[in-house]
């Protein structure tokens, strides 16, 4: 906690020095706004209790200030209190810096090393096991959760403490087999080479959360896992120019089967325009709509930028390969990390569900994980 050391008042605006050498100018507009009496915030809902267009243009007549506090009276007679650990909370640097969200990246089989395994009883019933599988959720992108038992509603409970299972046309708890019960590979014994779920919805998931309850008389089935944010950092480093082109451009991708169709657009590679940080990546080379392009050119970087870009994620150098047992349940950020699985035979089983971004994110977030 650092306090005030000085405060200075112009004409419109107030700017506070702080003991740790911090500088901070406000607005006598954002003042207003962020006073936090009774009358214009309702301190029990965390909600501003004033619509933007009645909170009054007013002018600060006065200022008095305290090592802990800024007590402001304005040209109304309105008086507005702010304490010093608010007020430096707004310093845009730290404040930008505080929201990023900090991945760090892998690439091959070592981060299996790294990621949490946690018992289920740990996970549901103990802070300390459930921020452990947060934060190797937030850092790698993956977790597992083990002694699970190879049942639907065992899995659920887990996809539940991990934010809660969103419903899609493909339902909310799935099970599935290579019996195709919706017009996709995802339902058959095919390899998949590894890619993100969802890129023709408008909100991919946020988790995929996987358990193979079954693998009986047969081979392969084994999951393959990439960092797609490993991918699209040396993207960036050795070809710039389609690094450039997959934030930017608007690739179509869809969803089509009976009684549906689903169509969305979007950049392959999102960034934060801000930060520049990679936000999400949105690559599935299967779910690519047919397109037009404005140009040769923009045709000719469509084909390069994805390639050199599929290159990355489909190396084995850079993935990490494994055969999912019944008991665990895996996890992995959608937004980040694409999974994809080898050919198999025999009766395979997996369950789980979608879990929606903004809910594991709330449950990081309620952890005090990230901001
Ligand atoms: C089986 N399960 C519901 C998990 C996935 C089905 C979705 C597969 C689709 N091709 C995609 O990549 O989004
Ligand atoms: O069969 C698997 O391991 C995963 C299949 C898949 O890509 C999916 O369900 O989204
Ligand atoms: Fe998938």
Not at 42 to 58: G, N, V, Y
Not at 81 to 103: A, C, V, W
Not at 142 to 150: D, F, R, S
Not at 205 to 233: K, M, N, P, R, W
Request: glycine share 6%; net charge negative; hydrophobic share 35%.
């Amino acid at each position: 906690m650092t306090g005030i050391k000085e405060v200075k008042f112009t004409d419109n605006a107030l700017e506070v020095q702080f003991i740790n050498g911090t500088s901070i100018t406000y607005e006598d507009c954002w003042l207003r706004d962020h006073c936090r009496c009774s009358t214009c915030y309702h301190a029990d809902t965390f909600q501003r209790a004033q619509h933007i267009l009645d909170i009054p243009e007013s002018k600060i007549v006065d200022v008095n200030s305290t090592e802990s506090q800024v007590v402001l009276t304005w040209d109304d007679k309105h008086q507005s209190r702010y304490d010093s650990d608010f007020l430096i909370k707004f310093d845009y640097n730290s404040f930008k810096e505080g929201q990023r969200l900090k991945p760090v990246l892998w690439h091959g089989k070592a981060v299996n090393k790294k990621i949490a395994r946690i018992p289920v009883e740990a996970f549901l019933n103990s802070k300390e096991g459930t921020v452990k599988a947060f934060q190797s959720l937030l850092d790698y992108g993956v977790v597992l959760i083990e002694g699970v038992p190879p049942t639907l509603e065992a899995t659920e409970k887990v996809c539940i403490a991990l934010g809660g299972v969103q419903h899609t046309i493909f339902g909310g708890m799935w099970q599935f087999t290579s019996k195709a019960v919706h017009a996709d590979t995802a339902y058959t014994n095919l390899p998949l080479a590894t890619h993100n779920d969802n890129t023709y919805f408008t909100e991919a998931a946020g988790l995929q959360i996987l358990h193979c309850i079954e693998h009986s008389e047969g081979t392969g089935g084994e999951t393959v896992l990439v960092d797609g944010f490993y991918g699209a950092s040396r993207l960036k480093a050795d070809f710039p120019q389609d690094y450039d082109f997959l934030t930017t451009f608007e690739l179509e991708a869809e969803y089509i089967e009976e009684g549906h169709h689903h169509k969305y657009s979007a950049p392959v590679i999102q960034i934060d325009s801000k930060s520049k940080d990679v936000k999400q990546i949105r690559f599935n080379v299967y779910d690519r709509a047919p397109m037009a392009f404005s140009s040769s050119s923009e045709c000719r970087s469509y084909y390069r930028s994805l390639k050199h870009l599929a290159r990355y994620y489909q190396d084995p150098e850079n993935q990490w390969q494994f055969k999912l047992q019944p008991g665990i349940v895996m996890a992995m950020d959608n937004f980040r990390v694409l999974h994809g699985r080898t050919g198999f035979t025999g009766k395979r089983v997996l369950c789980g569900s979608y879990v929606a971004r903004s809910d594991w994110l709330d449950k990081a977030r309620s952890l005090r994980l990230i901001q």
